[in-house]
């Protein structure tokens, strides 16, 4: 198991650690609920060092990112960040990613932590004919996620939603960005591994307080947002999750699209609610009461602590019409309905 720069702190907090992507990672501190509240109410610290950081960079740094990613990324300005995917040539997701502008040929891809190899992989596999270099970058990444993290970071009205700038924290040189995975406002930092102790250490003196994956889980959920390997994966294509909207089809040419200019997908992605008491999880069946068919399948789905009812994503057919439909719950049908996404939004 690989370990971030604070694993030690984890372990001195009392942290439960649970093997996610190759890593040994934080899943709570106490608990779960506990700590998905926090974040909701005031701050949640969160070590996402197991995250890919991939820097591309080269004249044709933003040529090759368009032909690689769905996105037009040369439409990215210096210090904003664009969320995208890199697709199989089938059109399927093999993961979603976030890229930052940090100079007009300088790019950073942020991948999940379980695709981080394969997207490095076929990053410099797509990027033969292209002046461009692909590096991993090894440091550390700290999430400051919730109503609370403003007041932390301190006021920068100039740093919008998706945007990122150099700073200094603690003493230290960091890459800041106001993007995150909860639902919340927040900010994400970059930093060397040697400064993450240091600036761990400032974000909890300031109010902050560990919040572990189990945690960052709920709250993604809550925001509707996909996880890979649940709402994503490479038998989906980003008009499967109703993601559209990345794809920038009037691009001459990218990887995937021909596959994604002929995308019809018969199934969406929907929300669930449910009233009883068990839980909808990944891998139930979603069933149409009136027929008994099976009508889709569940991706996610966890009680929700802000909320007070179970909530789930699913893969439902399309034209459902006016079916009344229940999650099949280890034998029990609980009944559900269809809700508009995010199940949760903050206050602005």
Known sequence: MRRTALHDVHRRLGA?????????????????VAEHHLVRRSAGLFDLGHMGQIEVAGPDAAAFLDHA???????????????????????????????????????????????????????????????????TLDRALIAIQGPAAVRIVGERPHLRYYAVEPARLADRDVLLARTGYTGEDGFEIYCENAGAEAIWAWATAAGAEPA??????????????PLYGHELTVRTTPFHAGLGRVVALDKRDFVGAAALRDAEPDTMLVGLVTRGRRSPRAGHAVIDTMTGAKVGEVTSGAPSPTLGHPIALAYVTKNLGNARLAVDVRGTHEDAEIVELPFYQRAR
């Open 69 to 135: 990613l769905v996105g037009r990324l040369s439409a990215i300005a210096i210090g904003r960040a664009k969320y995208t995917m890199l697709c199989h040539t089938t059109g399927g997701v093999l993961d979603d990613l976030v890229v930052y502008r940090l100079e007009e040929q300088r790019f950073l891809v942020v991948a999940n932590a379980a695709n981080a190899a394969v997207v490095r992989a076929m990053l410099g596999e797509h990027s033969g004919g292209f002046a461009v270099s692909v590096a």
């Open 16 to 32: 439960t650690f649970t093997g996610f992507a190759g890593w040994e990672m934080p899943l709570r501190y106490g608990s779960d």
């Open 212 to 225: 572990g994956l189990a945690c960052r889980d709920t709250l993604r959920l809550e925001a509707g947002m």
